[in-house]
């Protein structure tokens, strides 16, 4: 999946970004085995070893564990191509990330035994580093926000942390600021802007996730 960013949008420039570090990562894992998620718009498998899946479950996310459940690989192929353009709008993308976390929130419950190392070895070890370290993201984040608030007046080493804290959160501000008024701005203000976007959805979905809530219904990007 490439994402095409026509338009040069702040979050266009940040979703492209992050889908080429997501690609970039699928690489290293089919090098040593196999994939943890693929892309539900250019996906395929053997008939023999789809399962019926529930309507609350995300085909894209627990298809292919299941594949490798039964102990065969998904692999990913960087000449199968599909290109997608990306949203152009903020609330939109953020909808669907809360979604997309959410839902594999979910997955990761359903498939928890695919996360035991003594059963499922190395893939377990990328599941729990691809996906479940990745939803649960903002919690380091946060921890080092605060930390870092606190160590600040020490000196040296900790004024560095500061500065970089400062930096990241400054340059989400200011592409945010940028967006409401109408401005595109550089790839220096979509990344770190995009990261924060990203573990904030991850934050409010698991919090709906903690309280039970489930997204059935599918809604194309309008991007």
């Known amino acids: 999946m490439v994402y095409v960013n026509e338009e040069g949008s702040l979050v266009g420039d940040g979703c492209s970004a992050y889908m080429k570090y997501e690609n970039w990562?699928?690489?290293?894992?089919?090098g040593i085995g196999s994939i943890v998620g693929v892309d539900g718009g250019i996906d395929a498998m053997r008939k023999s070893l789809h399962t019926p899946l529930r309507p609350d479950q995300l085909p894209d996310f627990v298809q292919p564990l299941k594949v490798v459940e039964q102990g065969y690989r998904v692999v990913y192929d960087p000449r199968a191509l599909l290109k997608e353009k990306?949203?152009?709008?903020s609330a939109s993308e953020f909808s669907m990330r809360v979604r997309v976390g959410l839902r594999a929130l979910w997955a990761l419950k359903d498939m928890a035994h695919l996360m035991n190392p003594l059963r499922?070895?190395?893939?377990?070890?990328?599941?729990i580093s691809h996906k479940l370290l990745r939803y649960l993201a903002f919690i380091p984040l946060v921890t080092?926000?605060?930390?870092?608030?606190?160590?600040?007046?020490?000196g040296g080493?900790?004024?560095?942390?500061?500065?970089?804290?400062?930096?990241?959160?400054?340059?989400g501000w200011v592409g945010r600021k940028n967006e409401i008024e109408g401005r595109h701005l550089t790839f220096f203000y979509a990344v770190p802007y995009y990261f924060l976007l990203l573990n904030i959805a991850s934050f409010r979905a698991l919090w709906a996730f903690m309280k039970g809530e489930k997204k059935v219904v599918w809604n194309p990007r309008k991007g």
């Open 144 to 154: 080092f926000s605060l930390a870092t608030l606190l160590l600040a007046p020490r």
């Open 25 to 30: 990562l699928r690489k290293q894992e089919c």
């Open 157 to 171: 080493f900790y004024v560095l942390c500061f500065l970089g804290l400062v930096a990241l959160f400054g340059l």
């Open 86 to 89: 990306t949203n152009q709008e």
């Open 120 to 127: 499922f070895g190395v893939f377990s070890l990328q599941m």
